[in-house]
């Protein structure tokens, strides 16, 4: 077997998983930090554009990942679309996405795990959960992809649980207490934590060079996955936010610091912290948390692969192991700069840093999906998105507003991935531009 090619392998189920299992532990945690800024009113707002701009990218998407499945994703329609720079700009921006939302994950699972046992210091599990996983993912895709499978829905039956237990005491007034606290601004400042919700849905697209058929199978495992994840955002959000009001899935009582906990703080309304449904509904809610690590770390492990595989990142990252096709180095170098963000300790900016890479890829992604449309009119497209060109033109608005805005709430941040993004691209001017003969 060639030492750059990856096996097919991933049914339509599994991709499913791995949709819904990348970006299920948004519903555990993190999207409750945009409530400390927009209230229940300015996150629900937000969530609302940016539920819609997630459906219409995603059909958009599909089309680009049925007609070019290459482990890639973006990286690859824009390199086809828009050229060799905003190839490289997409690429760059993918990869900022999948290797500091695994960090933001981490520090969550290491406090959940810190709850169950606080002699132990979260930062232990935290990265214990980076090595194991990272291994899971080195022993081979079918491996992670079918334990994905099992983990994610294990996760979903515990978003419904969580559900069954608090709407009883369900309260509309108590979605009304303070409802948007910093006016209309709060619904642009909450915007990153509305797309928490479901960021990296996309990296379903990054397997589609392992998928089985992947012209049929992306196109199954990518829509069930996004309406399955809408149903679940929605249920999530108005059953915790129901039972005490938002504050009460913010702030612990007698803090002022915002939680990465907010499922265990509504629940502790209604049952004694020591109640063994509690304990429960805690140990089973850490799934959550591993399904989105561990797919994000297999997605950003193709990214990175394709980056090394093209020869826009050293050569070594783009070759798969000799014994279990999977690109193994990727994984650690992945994982490796992932430990140096997570013991930063600040996983409010890491999301931040995260949502700015998607919100690129987004764009550039929607601007290469029109270029595709117009340069090659020919190419096979075995899915085509509904509503063009009204499906992708919503999206592209929607994320170019939200990157403003973000900008525009999160000055620093938003100059540290400029930074980030802009030296990568001056090593890629003077480095591999000639090298590979690129206009």
Known sequence: MSDDKLKKVL?????????VGYVISGMYFGWNLGLAEGGTYGLAIATFFIIIMYVTFTFSYTEMACAIPKAGGAFEYANKGLG???????GIAQNI???FAPPAIAAAIGAYLNLLYPTINLMVFAIGAYVIFTGINILGVKLAASFELVVTVLAVIELLIFAGVTLPEFEFNNLQLNP???????????????IWFFLAIEGVANVAEEAINPQRSVLIGFGSAILTLVIL???????AVGVAG??????????????????????????????????????IGLLGLVASFHGIILAGGRATFEFGRVGYAP????KVHHKFSTPANSLVVNMLVGIVALITGKTSEIITIACFGALSLYIVSMLSFFALRKKNPEMERPFKVPMYPLFPMVALIIATIALISMCYYNPMIALIFITIVGLSYLYFLVFLNKKHNIQ
């Open 246 to 283: 938002w504050e009460a899935v913010v702030y612990p009582v007698g803090s002022t610091v915002a939680s990465d906990s907010p499922l265990p703080l509504a629940l502790s309304k209604i049952i004694d912290s020591g109640h063994v449904l509690y304990k429960l509904l805690i140990g």
């Open 11 to 19: 049914s339509p189920l599994m991709l499913w998983g791995l949709g």
């Open 233 to 239: 955002c929605i249920l999530t959000f108005v059953s």
């Open 180 to 194: 948007m606290p910093n006016g209309i601004s709060g619904i642009f400042a909450a915007i990153p934590f509305a």
């Open 315 to 318: 050569k070594l990252l783009g």
């Open 97 to 99: 996405e999948f290797v």
């Open 84 to 90: 060799k720079h905003l190839g490289f700009i997409a």
